[in-house]
C-alpha cells in the first residue's frame, strides 16, 4: 500500500535540467552502482559553498581514480525551495556545481529521488545489467519547504532500505542528527559534522572511499548494503 503510495506521488517545482540519466544501453559493465546525493542547498548552508564544491571536485577524482570507476554512477540533486534533480552519470561527467539559497525541502527531494532511483535501477536490470544502490544526504536542519511530510520520507526510506538500498546521512549539527532519526536513517549510517570545512572534506572522503567498498561488494556478488553501517571502511 504504501508503495504504491509513494509511486504515485507528484513533485511540484522541479529544475529538471540535468536530470538525464545515461542511456541504459551505454552501460557496459555487468554490475553497477549507483551513488545519489542529495544536498541541502538552502540558505544556511552558505557558509559552506567553497568547501562543498572543493569536496565534490575531490569526490569525483577519487572515484574517477579508483578500479570501480567503470562500475559506478553517480548523481546530485541540490535542494532548496527548488529541487534540481540530477540523472545517473559517469563519475567523469559528475557535476560539482553548488550553491545555497532559500527553504529547506529535505522531504520533498527524498521522495522524488526515491522514485527515479527505483525506475532507473529497473530499467538497468531489465537490461541485463545487476544494479545496487546507496542514497547520501547532506543537510544542516529541518524541513521547512516541503508538500509532503516526515512520514513520507520515512516512508520512501523504509521502502528503500528493505530493498537493500543503503541511505546515510551526513548531518551538520546535531538538529540535523536528529532529523535523520525521524525519518529513519539507520544510526549507524549517520555522520555528524561539525561547523568546520575540514571535517566536511574528511566526511566526503569517507564517502568516496564508503562508496567503492560498496561497490566492490556489489560486484563480488557480496550486496551492496550490508548492516555493518556505510561509513566503516
Do not use: W
Request: with cysteine; proline share 1%; charged share 30%.
Amino acid at each position: 500500500m504504501s508503495e504504491e503510495y509513494l509511486d504515485n506521488i507528484t513533485i511540484d517545482g522541479l529544475d529538471e535540467t540535468y536530470a538525464t540519466n545515461m542511456d541504459v544501453d551505454d552501460v557496459v559493465s555487468p554490475s553497477v552502482m549507483l551513488v545519489d546525493f542529495l544536498i541541502d542547498g538552502s540558505g544556511s548552508m552558505d557558509p559552506y559553498e567553497r568547501a562543498m564544491r572543493e569536496c565534490l571536485e575531490h569526490y569525483r577524482e577519487a572515484i574517477v581514480n579508483s578500479k570501480q570507476a567503470d562500475e559506478m554512477m553517480v548523481s546530485k540533486t541540490v535542494f532548496e525551495s527548488r529541487i534540481e534533480t540530477g540523472g545517473y552519470v559517469a563519475p567523469e561527467d559528475f557535476n560539482t556545481d553548488y550553491t545555497a539559497g532559500g527553504c529547506t525541502r529535505l522531504y520533498d527531494a527524498i521522495i522524488d529521488r526515491r522514485q527515479r532511483m527505483l525506475d532507473y535501477m529497473e530499467q538497468l536490470k531489465n537490461n541485463g545489467t545487476n544494479a545496487r544502490a546507496c542514497m547520501v544526504i547532506l543537510s544542516d536542519g529541518a524541513d521547512n519547504d516541503s508538500q509532503y511530510r516526515a512520514s513520507d520520507a520515512r516512508k520512501a526510506i523504509q521502502d528503500l532500505i528493505s530493498k537493500e538500498i543503503t541511505v546515510a546521512f551526513i548531518a551538520f549539527g546535531q538538529d540535523a542528527f536528529g532529523i535523520a532519526d525521524s525519518i529513519g536513517v539507520k544510526k549507524n549510517n549517520v555522520k555528524e559534522v561539525s561547523n568546520d570545512e575540514s571535517e566536511l572534506r574528511r566526511v566526503i572522503d569517507l564517502v568516496s572511499k564508503s562508496a567503492i567498498s560498496a561497490s566492490k561488494k556489489a560486484s563480488c556478488g557480496a550486496g551492496g548494503n550490508d548492516d555493518g553501517g556505510f561509513f566503516d571502511v
